[in-house]
């Protein structure tokens, strides 16, 4: 059965802290990894990742895939309250099928 | 530019009621999928559809129907509404499997079955 999961949970931290988001995952015929940002709303697409080592970034966010470890990470630099959100991490396999982690809850302080 | 269009935003059913969430894109995505997400916990696959004409179960399946008779549309039903599918739905289209690409999501719509 494939599987995501992401840590931490939650996290609460102040504003202008650097944040690491985890993602690990167990997906036969494993094809892409994407980063979502929830806020009340439906998820908004962040970063798509299919080859290991090679960043991804966009503004203070950014992303890295490796595939032997079968993980992913998102970081957050100099972060913002608008940074707030539940950012979701999905394995997408060869049929296109997304398994969603559980989430990470951030919450940016001022 | 529409992408995802979900009706109905929200909506309120008594246990044992059917009804039907509406999912439209127009993106010609051959590719689309039904979710739902409940407190604390990410998105689970109800139902997906590779194409007009074929659909499969996902992880939650019980109690919902699905159906695809054209590449736009891919309408969720409950055939009758339980306590248990109190939850937000979320619908999802992307392009065929040769393609690298994200998936779409819909606004959702909040279900509460009394």
């Known amino acids: 059965e494939d599987k995501v999961v992401q840590s931490p949970l939650s996290l609460v931290v102040h504003e202008g802290d650097t944040v690491t988001l985890n993602c690990s995952y167990e997906?036969?015929?494993?094809?892409?990894l994407l980063w979502y940002k929830q806020e009340k709303k439906a998820p908004t697409f962040l970063f798509m990742l299919?080859?290991?080592?090679i960043e991804k970034k966009s503004g203070r966010l950014s992303s890295i895939l490796d595939k032997k470890e079968l993980f992913s990470i998102l970081n957050i630099t100099a972060t913002q309250t608008g940074d707030s959100a539940v950012y979701l991490c999905?394995?997408?396999?060869?049929?296109?099928?997304?398994?969603f982690g559980g989430g990470t809850r951030l919450m940016v302080k001022p | 530019n529409a992408g995802v269009t979900q009706t109905p935003k929200f909506q309120v059913l008594k246990t044992g009621q059917s009804m039907t969430l509406q999912c439209a894109q127009d993106m010609n995505h051959e590719y689309m999928s039904w979710y739902r997400q409940d407190p604390g916990m990410g998105l689970r696959l109800i139902h997906y559809?590779?194409?007009?004409?074929?659909?499969d179960q996902g992880e939650v399946p019980n109690g919902y129907n699905v159906s695809r008779s054209t590449t736009e549309d891919f309408p969720l039903r409950l055939l009758s509404a339980a306590p248990s599918q109190t939850s937000v739905y979320f619908c999802?289209?992307?392009?065929?499997?040769?393609?690298?690409?994200?998936?779409?999501f819909g606004q959702g719509t909040r279900l509460t079955v009394v």
């Open positions: 299919t080859s290991s080592g």
């Open positions: 999802a289209s992307s392009y065929r499997k040769s393609r690298d690409t994200e998936a779409f």
């Open positions: 559809s590779v194409g007009a004409g074929i659909t």
């Open positions: 997906v036969t015929n494993f094809r892409s």
């Open positions: 999905a394995a997408v396999n060869a049929g296109n099928m997304l398994t």
